[in-house]
Nanobody, 122 residues
């Protein structure tokens, strides 16, 4: 059974930074691609960033502000979020897929965490 647990959300002022963490249980973590998604009230869940062993991918809305990384020794994926804007406010979810390639679709991921709230005040 694969379990994902996010942490690091909170309240921050516009222009500030947060780092989210996602710990993934499972013996084959290194073979998983992991993505971050977000969902604001009344909106669909949207892709933020994803990482495999060799590739990273970002949504246009976060390029240059967010950085995704992974530490395979700790089974953890991070997303460093800088220059935060009020429109970044959402519940952020991490997800894992049993393939080594990154993907941007919610239906392309096999396992999901419970989410962590990020609120950016203006």
């Amino acid at each position: 059974q694969v379990r994902l647990v996010e942490s690091g959300g909170g309240l921050v002022q516009a222009g500030g930074s947060l780092r989210l963490s996602c710990v993934v249980s499972g013996r084959t973590f290194a073979s998983y691609a992991v993505g971050w998604f977000r969902q604001a009230p009344g909106k669909e869940r949207e892709f933020v960033a994803a990482i495999s062993l060799s590739w990273t991918s970002y949504a246009d809305s976060v390029k240059g502000r967010f950085t995704i990384s992974r530490n395979n020794a700790k089974n953890t994926v991070y997303v460093q979020m800088n220059s935060l804007k009020p429109e970044d406010t959402a519940v952020y979810y991490c997800a894992a897929r049993e393939r080594s390639t990154v993907a941007a679709g919610t239906n392309e991921y096999d396992y999901w965490g419970q989410g962590t709230q990020v609120t950016v005040s203006s």
